[in-house]
């Protein structure tokens, strides 16, 4: 059977390659096919936490998430405004240290035009009714950040790329993906769909199919978990998402007020087919701990479900965004370092407009000039994760 023709095939549907897609026909680019062997958001974006924040660690990251933020406020107003909300966002920490580290990055921030504030600990408590906050050194809040949920918003951009022409094959084996002649194939069920373009935008699964291709990129997949949570008093639906630096936990509002609660960061590689896709008793001890601690009326609430998600990270912390090197046609969208949803709207533009120009156009690839994948420039030695919901110090790894 001869091979469907395809301008660009995307590998993977979560939020990114959904994201990618939405943004390809805009541009008139097609046609795109986005392949996944699952559904949108099955992976890590269906697991992620939905926090949007400015709260980041350079402009480049900065841009590329209020450009999401505001392509989601977007999509939500069109099509279903359930699926985005501004609610602000705060963290605080009571070490000395992770303090000044706190102060710097507001300063840092102001510099790079972020709205976000330094409050006091009776401000924190009016943001958060159920926490204790006498001990806390310093905190930095932002009143424009969001929160979305992310299968919601991914599903918005399957809708709004397919309403544009884009095809979606999903819930398919993949067969084989390989370079066949001058074109990209991906293989399933005795179909085969071939490009001159393919992009990688498989989350933790890339690094698989990349090195399958003979193409490997540094990429590590590693687990994290979140929980939802129904506390003894309901929490305002107006709560802010928070981030309690020392305790490792953050906490963002669900509906009908419950709450969702991470980081169980694992730092090792994790095996995308074979995690445990449940969360840890010892995750789960470790928040009803913190809360103990910080949000006492919380401790005792009711464990709606606990899991885990495999997300990737790269060995700076920031993603791999562009042309594959040495692998004519053959271009990354993934190693978001937990932070993909955040990110998904803003980095599918940037790549849209590369592969819309081209990859001669220099003006098409300065966008994406911090983030390609030839900056490592050769052979990378193996790297434990470092992603977490950290404070975004600059590239010091402390924090």
């Not at 580290?101 to 300063?107: C, F, G, K, L, V």
């Not at 022409?165 to 084996?173: D, I, Q, R, T």
């Not at 694992?266 to 009803?288: I, K, N, S």
């Not at 479900?305 to 090197?325: F, K, N, S």
């Amino acid at each position: 059977m001869p091979a469907e023709r395809a301008e660009v095939v995307i590998l993977g549907a979560g939020i990114s390659g959904a994201a990618l897609a939405f943004h390809l026909a805009r541009r008139h680019v097609g046609p795109v096919v986005v392949y996944d062997p699952a559904t949108p958001a099955a992976g890590a974006t269906g697991r992620a936490a939905g926090i949007v924040t400015e709260q980041l660690w350079n402009p480049w990251d900065i841009e590329v998430t209020r450009a999401s933020k505001e392509e989601y406020a977007a999509l939500a107003r069109r099509r279903d405004p359930s699926a985005f909300r501004v609610n602000g966002f705060v963290r605080w920490t009571r070490n000395p240290e992770a303090a000044e580290a706190i102060r710097a990055s507001i300063a840092r921030l102001h510099g790079w035009k972020v709205a976000v504030d330094a409050v006091d600990g009776a401000e924190l408590a009016r943001r958060v009714p159920a926490g204790r906050f006498e001990d806390v050194r310093a905190a930095m809040w932002s009143a424009g950040d969001a929160v979305v949920a992310p299968s919601r918003m991914n599903e918005l951009y399957v809708e709004s790329a397919r309403e544009a022409g884009v095809g979606f094959e999903l819930g398919v084996p993949l067969a084989g993906f390989r370079r066949a002649g001058d074109a990209w194939e991906v293989e399933i069920r005795g179909r085969s769909i071939r490009a001159p373009r393919a992009v990688v935008a498989a989350g933790a699964w890339s690094k698989r199919l990349l090195a399958q291709v003979g193409h490997p990129l540094p990429l590590v997949p590693y687990r994290t978990q979140a929980a939802i949570l129904r506390p003894r008093t309901a929490e305002p639906a107006d709560l802010a998402s928070v981030h309690d630096v020392d305790l490792d936990v953050y906490v963002r509002p669900e509906e009908n007020g419950r709450i969702l609660a991470g980081d169980g960061t694992e730092h090792v590689e994790a095996d995308p087919e074979t995690f445990r896709p449940g969360g840890d008793e010892a995750f789960v001890g470790h928040l009803a701990e913190s809360f103990e601690t910080r949000f006492p009326g919380w401790a005792d609430g009711e464990l709606v479900r606990a899991w885990a998600g495999v997300c990737t990270a790269t060995p700076d912390r920031r993603p791999l965004i562009g042309p594959v090197p040495g692998a004519d046609g053959l271009y990354a969208l993934t190693g978001f370092n937990g932070f993909g949803v955040m990110r998904a709207g803003g980095a599918a533009a940037r790549l849209a407009g590369l592969l819309s120009a081209g990859d001669g156009d220099a003006n098409a690839l300065e966008p994406l000039a911090s983030v390609l994948p030839s900056r490592f420039g050769g052979v990378v030695a193996p790297f434990p994760p470092r992603a977490g919901f950290t404070i975004e110090a600059g590239d010091d790894p402390r924090f």
